[in-house]
T-cell receptor
């Protein structure tokens, strides 16, 4: 079975631009979560979606938004990019919402210049 | 953002040695997870703990959910070179949200 797939794997954007990151969960998983991992730190929670509804949001500005589609895939959008948005963006899926262990994808490495 | 305290931050050990690391929080958690992350990859789930006092093993790895619900421990026995990587703990609070708070990480290096 395919794991969590994320695209693109790497990208470089300029300050002020907009970016869309995509995630396909493991087949049968209905919950998708997004995390930001800055170099040298642990992942920080951004969003969780379950059955297309937002179930949790971390301490990130409104420039960050996400959605989940009927096939349970998800997009993370970031507007007005700042240099500090440079990070590894991780998507994780689980069967249900709640206290289940996630399976992470390999991430999208975003560099803002 | 909020992160859990992990110790040690990094450690060098000889192949074959046992390793212990821990994770502490000021908040009570109802779930603890341990992940390993290799360079350029996402974290891989090693062990999940759901009950205070629970002791769970996965091969050479053993983890425990602290009875105070504010800490967790991970032990690796007879370390091998492929154990190299960064180990993260993650806890889910009882606040009703579904987010996990991750630790600062323990970087493990194994000397052959």
């Amino acid at each position: 079975d395919a794991g969590v797939t994320q695209s693109p794997t790497h990208l470089i954007k300029t300050r002020g631009q907009h970016v869309t990151l995509r995630c396909s969960p493991i087949s049968g998983h209905k919950s998708v979560s997004w995390y930001q991992q800055v170099l040298g730190q642990g992942p920080q929670f951004i969003f969780q979606y379950y059955e297309k509804e937002e179930r949790g949001r971390g301490n990130f500005p409104d420039r960050f938004s996400a959605r989940q589609f009927p096939n349970y895939s998800s997009e993370l959008n970031v507007n007005a990019l700042l240099l500090g948005d440079s990070a590894l963006y991780l998507c994780a899926s689980s069967r249900e919402a709640g206290n289940y262990g996630y399976t992470f994808g390999s991430g999208t490495r975003l560099t803002v210049v | 953002g909020q992160q859990l305290n992990q110790s040690p931050q990094s450690m060098f050990i000889q192949e074959g040695e046992d390793v212990s690391m821990n994770c502490t929080s000021s908040s009570i958690f109802n779930t603890w997870l341990w992940y390993k992350q290799d360079p350029g990859e996402g974290p891989v789930l090693l062990i999940a703990l759901y009950k205070a006092g629970e002791l769970t093993s996965n091969g050479r790895l053993t983890a425990q959910f602290g009875i105070t619900r504010k800490d967790s421990f991970l032990n690796i026995s007879a370390s091998i070179p492929s154990d190299v990587g960064i180990y993260f703990c993650a806890g889910q609070s009882t606040s009703g949200t579904y987010k996990y708070i991750f630790g600062t990480g323990t970087r493990l290096k194994v000397l052959a």
